[in-house]
Nanobody, 115 residues
Framework: QGQLVESGGGLVQAGGFLRLSCAAS????????NGWYRQAPGKQRELVAH???????NYADSVKGRFTISRDNAKNTVYLQMNSLKPEDTAVYYC?????????WGQGTQVTVSS
């Protein structure tokens, strides 16, 4: 069974940075599409960044120019580098991996940005 383990969340001041990691196991990672989603209290889960198996990326307008998604297929890991963090980035961040018709979710990691 596939499993995703996230790490890297925490508390940071506005303007700071964090790097989230998501390590996959039991998944054909190199052929999967990956994404980072977030959910703030009282809001719906939203897509933050996506990277295809071929390396194409796209971002939510709210994070363009500040966040970077990347992947290391040798390590079965996807990353989210978050710079210039804002209080409105505060949320639980979830890793997502899609391979064919199967979808996997991480357990979520809390990111809190103080003003």
């Amino acid at each position: 069974q596939g499993q995703l383990v996230e790490s890297g969340g925490g508390l940071v001041q506005a303007g700071g940075f964090l790097r989230l990691s998501c390590a996959a196991s039991g998944i054909t990672f190199s052929m999967a599409d990956n994404g980072w989603y977030r959910q703030a209290p009282g809001k719906q889960r939203e897509l933050v960044a996506h990277i295809s198996s071929g390396g194409s990326t796209n971002y939510a307008d709210s994070v363009k120019g500040r966040f970077t998604i990347s992947r290391d297929n040798a390590k079965n890991t996807v990353y989210l580098q978050m710079n210039s963090l804002k209080p409105e980035d505060t949320a639980v961040y979830y890793c997502n991996v899609k391979y064919l018709i199967t979808e996997y979710w991480g357990q979520g990691t809390q990111v809190t940005v103080s003003s």
